[in-house]
T-cell receptor, first 118, second 116 residues
Framework: AQKVTQAQTEISVVEKEDVTLDCVYE???????LFWYKQPPSGELVFLIR??????QNEISGRYSWNFQKSTSSFNFTITASQVVDSAVYFC???????????????FGQGTRLTINP | GAVVSQHPSRVICKSGTSVKIECRSL??????MFWYRQFPKQSLMLMAT?????????EQGVEKDKFLINHASLTLSTLTVTSAHPEDSSFYIC????????????FGQGTRLTVV
């Protein structure tokens, strides 16, 4: 069965610091997808990134970067020069191929509550 | 990205009553919709997967007679919490996918249900 572990329950840093959110996953499938979502206090989930299991290239998007390492089953997320607006709960999620009409279920990690202090 | 609208955003109901939550895909046809529940400071737990025109598939431990899901059209799925109890108070959030396996799901804004 698939599982996602975000060991860091809460992280608090001062603005402009870099911060890395860890994500470790378990799956028996060779084809899978990894996601990161941001959940601000308002509650909605904001999609940040999707990465498939065959693409191990790291990705950078502005201040955000992601490090995917299949050897350690990790998909870590780094925010560079953090800002107060980055404060939110961040979820890592895993999706395997599903047989039911192409649907893919997302399995979420426990989430990391990130607080950026001014 | 695509827009998924969930309504209502907040609802308070009396114990024993039923509450319906709507999830609409506004600018795409959602062949599959997912319903999640999130307790305070916890992760999202999948409740059920709903495909248009067919019965929903419920996750283990989720009572299908209590959480009625209807996906009557390609743009609308509803979750009805029947005979709600205080322990059903939670944040319910839906997501919708547009068919192909490798597309991401888009999430609604969520519904905070409080049963008193």
């Amino acid at each position: 069965a698939q599982k996602v572990t975000q060991a860091q329950t809460e992280i608090s840093v001062v603005e402009k610091e870099d911060v890395t959110l860890d994500c470790v996953y378990e799956t028996r499938d060779t084809t899978y997808y990894l996601f990161w979502y941001k959940q601000p206090p308002s509650g909605e989930l904001v999609f940040l990134i999707r990465r498939n299991s065959f693409d191990e290239q790291n990705e950078i998007s502005g201040r955000y970067s992601w490090n995917f390492q299949k050897s350690t089953s990790s998909f870590n997320f780094t925010i560079t020069a953090s800002q107060v607006v980055d404060s939110a709960v961040y979820f890592c999620a895993l999706s395997e191929r599903e047989v039911i009409q192409g649907a893919q279920k997302l399995v979420f990690g426990q989430g990391t509550r990130l607080t950026i202090n001014p | 990205g695509a827009v998924v609208s969930q309504h209502p955003s907040r609802v308070i109901c009396k114990s024993g009553t039923s509450v319906k939550i709507e999830c609409r895909s506004l600018d795409f046809q959602a062949t599959t919709m997912f319903w999640y529940r999130q307790f305070p400071k916890q992760s999202l737990m999948l409740m059920a997967t709903s495909n248009e025109g067919s019965k929903a598939t419920y996750e283990q431990g989720v009572e299908k007679d209590k959480f009625l899901i209807n996906h009557a059209s390609l743009t609308l799925s509803t979750l009805t919490v029947t005979s709600a109890h205080p322990e059903d108070s939670s944040f319910y959030i839906c997501s919708a996918k547009q068919g192909a396996m490798n597309t991401e799901a888009f999430f609604g804004q969520g519904t905070r249900l409080t049963v008193v």
